[in-house]
């Protein structure tokens, strides 16, 4: 790459504009290369005829993406992460410091360092376009803005508004920003330059400035003495306490600096001390994980979902099969991202329903002002329902998602299929049924695979889309690339008994079955999971949640398929004798409320499966193993002996994604390395010897426990 020609100086008479364009590269992003290139720019500038400089982006979308996180994903010392870091500041003061003013003209992401940057301007200007986004993301990476951003951001927009935005990673739109006083103007794309150039030439006469936040009203002022001050920032550390269970130390450790730094008149020192917190929280093996999840992610985008150069098909119109809970929820996501829909039922209050579920959505958007009418009525558009097959010869794919039951199924394949041009793909949403003995409905199998969304279909991010024994790569190839642009993260599986994610659950919400059975309380098994652990929710939430019915019915599919690891605990054979659904019908191990709020637990549970009080004799740490390890245990099985997946990656971004594995862990694969193969061995031969066959080790784990191997090598 040519460094000189990625960050180039532009004479505009005694403006200076400095482009950014790095060569050969979809986004700017500030690697050590072009940090160095931007100093030497900037004491060119310094050094010229000129008044006033822009910084503006060349790239179509894109200011600067932020920081190289692969050079931060290198750095292993403290050592290297101080000299990387204290160097930025080095260069972002001298821009700071430059004798004329600097005005930043943002179009697209303005993220991370380059949000930094951009601070250390004296003004910014963003376009209206809906691609612009400010934004200081830096603590989903397990680490702070390190790069200046905890001292200047709230000196620019006060540190109220200033922890909204670090605290959770948040970016905000150009028209929020400047509501905040993060930008000063907004224009149309189209009028950036132009008017940034000529801003220039303005505050070219009245010269450089710092943004220092005002605040308003008696109220604002009083908010930004110390005792107010104090007050608001302790209620922040508490909720973030709250909100991440103390796993991820980087928005605590921002809210520190920032409590620490706020109205410092010494910018080296405030500096100095988000040095030291950033150092803190990017040594951590937290921060390593959640950067190599947000590796795991990317890489989807590169992907195909198969080996050779196959092509996906176009998708320019869809049809859904089945209104119901996953169908409405498939068809407002392929329409949100502008695919035409057609949801076919068998009944019209089903599909009703099924419209009124994406017009809800989008009135919720429309309500929280993240669309307008005109985009509601566009989206809407695109959506349509009936009972016949009409259209059905132009589609390019149809999704099936009508009851969980193979011979419908097979009949509901064929119909469709008689009704579909040849080269339509035919994907099915099945949860726990072969889908190679499905394709064996479709005229030609070839031209069917499955597609394994989760619900609710609009929040959850994982696709599992599976190959049957039939399916060309073409059609896997056309799904996978449907799923991406669905925005989803596929991840392509083999046949098989629950797939993926759903064959390494299952023994996980099982175990927590026979916990109940050996005496521990609901309360105790779900805190240790989501306090402790770091589960989203605790298994018995997950199973309330799910459906306690489904729970059942899927176990006893997979104790007819996997044997002896999916062991069916009595109490689960009581629970469906005793009426409760979970959350559906309100009853479940909890109670809830209408709206369907969980309330406390539903104690009644011990009596109606006749167990005597929780007694919680076992420790944290049996209880988590006795659920975690055997998640290990199938996982093994599946990726080295089965190849449901080919990589261990998939299996992590599967089981984040698809059930909130806690990202700080890295994945179920990557925590089982840090545990150790022959731990989890030794450990699951023990729980064996306690409480049965189902914890027996599979060969697969042995060997590498025995040879001292990783899932990661
Ligand atoms: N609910 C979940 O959490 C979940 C998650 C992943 C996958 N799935 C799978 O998705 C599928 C649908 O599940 P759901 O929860 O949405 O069910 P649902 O009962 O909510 O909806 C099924 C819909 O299919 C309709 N239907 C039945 N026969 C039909 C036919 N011949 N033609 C057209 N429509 C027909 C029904 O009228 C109903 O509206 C199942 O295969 C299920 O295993 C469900």
Same mark, same amino acid.
């Given at each position: 790459?040519?460094?000189?020609?990625?960050?180039?100086?532009?004479?505009?008479?005694?403006?200076?504009?400095?482009?950014?364009?790095?060569?050969?590269?979809?986004?700017?992003?500030?690697?050590?290369?072009?940090?160095?290139?931007? $100093?030497?720019?900037?004491?060119?500038?310094?050094?010229?005829?000129?008044?006033?400089?822009?910084?503006?982006?060349?790239?179509?979308?894109?200011?600067?993406?932020?920081?190289?996180?692969?050079?931060?994903?290198?750095?292993?010392?403290?050592?290297?992460?101080?000299?990387?870091?204290?160097?930025?500041?080095?260069?972002?003061?001298?821009?700071?410091?430059?004798?004329?003013?600097?005005?930043?003209?943002?179009?697209?992401?303005?993220?991370?360092?380059?949000? &930094?940057?951009?601070?250390?301007?004296?003004?910014?200007?963003?376009?209206?376009?809906?691609?612009?986004?400010?934004?200081?993301?830096?603590?989903?990476?397990?680490?702070?803005?390190?790069?200046?951003?905890? %001292?200047?951001?709230?000196?620019?927009?006060?540190? $109220?508004?200033?922890? #909204?935005?670090?605290?959770?990673? *948040?970016?905000? #739109?150009?028209?929020?920003? /400047?509501?905040?006083?993060?930008?000063?103007?907004?224009? @149309?794309?189209?009028?950036? &330059?132009?008017?940034?150039?000529?801003?220039?030439?303005? %505050?070219?006469?009245?010269?450089?400035?710092?943004?220092?936040? *005002?605040?308003?009203?008696?109220?604002?002022?009083?908010?930004?003495?110390?005792?107010?001050?104090?007050?608001?920032?302790?209620?922040?550390?508490?909720?973030?306490?709250?909100?991440?269970?103390?796993?991820?130390?980087?928005?605590?450790?921002?809210?520190?600096?920032?409590?620490?730094?706020?109205?410092?008149?010494?910018?080296?020192?405030?500096?100095?001390? +988000?040095?030291?917190?950033?150092?803190?929280?990017?040594?951590?093996?937290?921060?390593?994980?959640?950067?190599?999840?947000?590796?795991? !992610?990317?890489?989807?985008?590169?992907?195909?979902?198969?080996?050779?150069?196959?092509?996906?098909?176009?998708?320019?119109?869809?049809?859904? =099969?089945?209104?119901?809970?996953?169908?409405?929820?498939?068809?407002?996501?392929?329409?949100?991202?502008?695919?035409?829909?057609? !949801?076919?039922?068998?009944?019209?209050?089903?599909?009703?329903?099924?419209?009124? @579920?994406?017009?809800?959505?989008?009135?919720?958007?429309?309500?929280?002002?993240?669309?307008?009418?005109?985009?509601?009525?566009?989206?809407?558009?695109?959506?349509?329902?009936?009972?016949?097959?009409?259209?059905?010869?132009?589609?390019?794919?149809?999704?099936?998602?009508?009851?969980?039951?193979?011979?419908?199924?097979?009949?509901?394949?064929?119909?469709?299929?008689?009704?579909?041009?040849?080269?339509?793909?035919?994907?099915?949403?099945?949860?726990?049924?072969?889908?190679? +003995?499905?394709?064996?409905? @479709?005229?030609?199998?070839?031209?069917?695979?499955?597609?394994?969304?989760?619900?609710?279909?609009?929040?959850?991010?994982?696709?599992?889309?599976?190959?049957?024994?039939?399916?060309?790569?073409?059609?896997?190839?056309?799904?996978?690339?449907?799923?991406?642009?669905?925005?989803?993260?596929?991840?392509?599986?083999?046949?098989?008994?629950?797939?993926?994610?759903?064959?390494?659950?299952?023994?996980?919400?099982?175990?927590?079955?026979?916990?109940? /059975?050996?005496?521990?309380?609901?309360?105790?098994?779900?805190?240790?999971?989501?306090? +402790?652990?770091?589960?989203? !929710?605790?298994?018995?939430?997950?199973?309330?949640?799910?459906?306690?019915?489904?729970?059942?019915?899927?176990?006893?599919?997979?104790?007819?398929?996997?044997?002896?690891?999916?062991?069916?605990?009595?109490?689960?054979?009581?629970?469906?004798?005793?009426?409760?659904?979970?959350?559906?019908?309100?009853?479940?191990?909890?109670?809830?409320?209408? *709206?369907?709020?969980?309330?406390?637990?539903?104690?009644?549970?011990?009596?109606?499966?006749?167990?005597?009080?929780?007694?919680?004799? =076992?420790?944290?740490?049996?209880?988590?193993?006795?659920?975690?390890?055997?998640?290990?245990? +199938?996982?093994?099985?599946? =990726?080295?002996?089965?190849?449901?997946?080919?990589?261990?990656?998939?299996?992590?971004?599967?089981?984040?994604?698809?059930?909130?594995?806690?990202?700080?862990?890295?994945?179920?694969?990557?925590?089982?390395?840090?545990?150790?193969?022959?731990?989890?061995?030794?450990?699951?031969?023990? =729980?064996?010897?306690?409480?049965? $066959?189902?914890?027996?080790?599979?060969?697969?784990?042995?060997?590498?426990?025995?040879?001292?191997?990783?899932?990661?090598?």
């Amino acid at each position: 790459m040519s460094i000189q020609e990625s960050i180039r100086l532009v004479s505009k008479g005694d403006i200076a504009l400095i482009e950014l364009d790095l060569v050969g590269e979809k986004v700017n992003k500030l690697s050590t290369p072009v940090m160095f290139r931007l $100093q030497e720019v900037v004491k060119e500038v310094a050094a010229g005829p000129f008044k006033a400089a822009v910084i503006i982006s060349r790239k179509p979308s894109i200011f600067i993406a932020g920081a190289d996180i692969e050079e931060i994903r290198a750095m292993k010392k403290v050592e290297d992460y101080r000299v990387a870091v204290t160097k930025a500041h080095d260069i972002f003061n001298l821009l700071e410091d430059m004798r004329i003013p600097v005005i930043a003209a943002i179009h697209g992401a303005c993220m991370g360092g380059g949000c &930094e940057m951009s601070l250390a301007c004296d003004y910014r200007i963003a376009s209206d376009d809906p691609s612009t986004k400010i934004g200081l993301p830096e603590v989903k990476l397990g680490i702070i803005p390190g790069f200046g951003g905890c %001292v200047r951001l709230p000196r620019a927009i006060g540190y $109220q508004a200033a922890l #909204d935005i670090i605290v959770q990673g *948040k970016a905000v #739109d150009s028209r929020k920003a /400047e509501k905040l006083g993060l930008v000063d103007r907004v224009v @149309h794309v189209s009028t950036l &330059e132009e008017v940034a150039l000529k801003m220039a030439s303005e %505050v070219a006469a009245k010269g450089k400035r710092v943004k220092r936040f *005002k605040p308003k009203g008696a109220m604002g002022a009083v908010m930004e003495l110390s005792p107010a001050r104090s007050f608001v920032i302790g209620k922040w550390k508490d909720g973030t306490r709250k909100q991440t269970g103390g796993h991820y130390p980087a928005p605590l450790k921002a809210i520190d600096v920032i409590e620490k730094t706020y109205g410092f008149s010494n910018r080296e020192k405030a500096l100095a001390t +988000e040095l030291d917190g950033f150092c803190e929280v990017a040594v951590t093996d937290v921060s390593k994980n959640l950067i190599n999840v947000f590796y795991l !992610m990317e890489s989807v985008k590169k992907k195909t979902g198969v080996s050779g150069d196959v092509k996906a098909r176009p998708v320019k119109s869809l049809a859904v =099969l089945g209104a119901g809970t996953m169908g409405g929820g498939i068809a407002y996501v392929a329409a949100d991202k502008g695919i035409d829909v057609r !949801m076919k039922d068998i009944n019209y209050a089903a599909v009703s329903l099924g419209l009124k @579920h994406a017009r809800d959505l989008w009135d919720k958007l429309v309500k929280r002002k993240k669309i307008d009418r005109y985009e509601f009525n566009r989206k809407m558009s695109r959506v349509s329902g009936g009972l016949d097959f009409a259209g059905f010869g132009q589609l390019d794919v149809v999704i099936e998602a009508i009851v969980e039951d193979m011979n419908i199924k097979k009949k509901v394949i064929a119909d469709t299929a008689a009704h579909c041009k040849p080269e339509c793909v035919i994907a099915t949403n099945t949860s726990s049924l072969s889908v190679t +003995e499905m394709a064996k409905g @479709h005229p030609n199998p070839a031209n069917f695979v499955g597609m394994h969304f989760f619900n609710p279909v609009h929040k959850m991010p994982l696709v599992e889309v599976i190959r049957g024994e039939k399916s060309s790569d073409e059609a896997v190839a056309t799904i996978f690339e449907l799923s991406k642009r669905m925005g989803k993260l596929p991840v392509v599986v083999k046949d098989g008994p629950g797939f993926l994610v759903n064959r390494i659950l299952v023994p996980y919400l099982i175990e927590a079955a026979w916990l109940l /059975e050996d005496g521990m309380s609901i309360e105790t098994v779900d805190r240790r999971y989501k306090k +402790e652990f770091g589960m989203p !929710m605790g298994p018995f939430t997950l199973m309330d949640e799910i459906g306690i019915d489904v729970c059942i019915k899927v176990s006893k599919i997979f104790n007819e398929s996997l044997g002896e690891r999916i062991m069916i605990p009595p109490v689960m054979k009581k629970l469906s004798a005793s009426g409760r659904l979970g959350k559906k019908n309100r009853k479940g191990f909890y109670l809830y409320d209408e *709206k369907g709020k969980q309330l406390e637990i539903d104690t009644t549970v011990y009596t109606d499966l006749g167990l005597s009080s929780p007694s919680d004799k =076992l420790s944290a740490d049996e209880t988590i193993r006795r659920g975690i390890f055997p998640m290990i245990n +199938e996982a093994a099985l599946s =990726l080295i002996e089965e190849r449901i997946v080919e990589t261990p990656d998939e299996v992590d971004l599967a089981m984040i994604t698809g059930t909130g594995f806690p990202p700080f862990r890295g994945g179920l694969l990557r925590y089982a390395d840090t545990v150790g193969a022959k731990l989890i061995c030794d450990e699951l031969e023990v =729980l064996a010897g306690k409480y049965g $066959q189902r914890f027996k080790p599979c060969t697969p784990l042995k060997n590498m426990a025995k040879t001292d191997r990783k899932f990661y090598s």
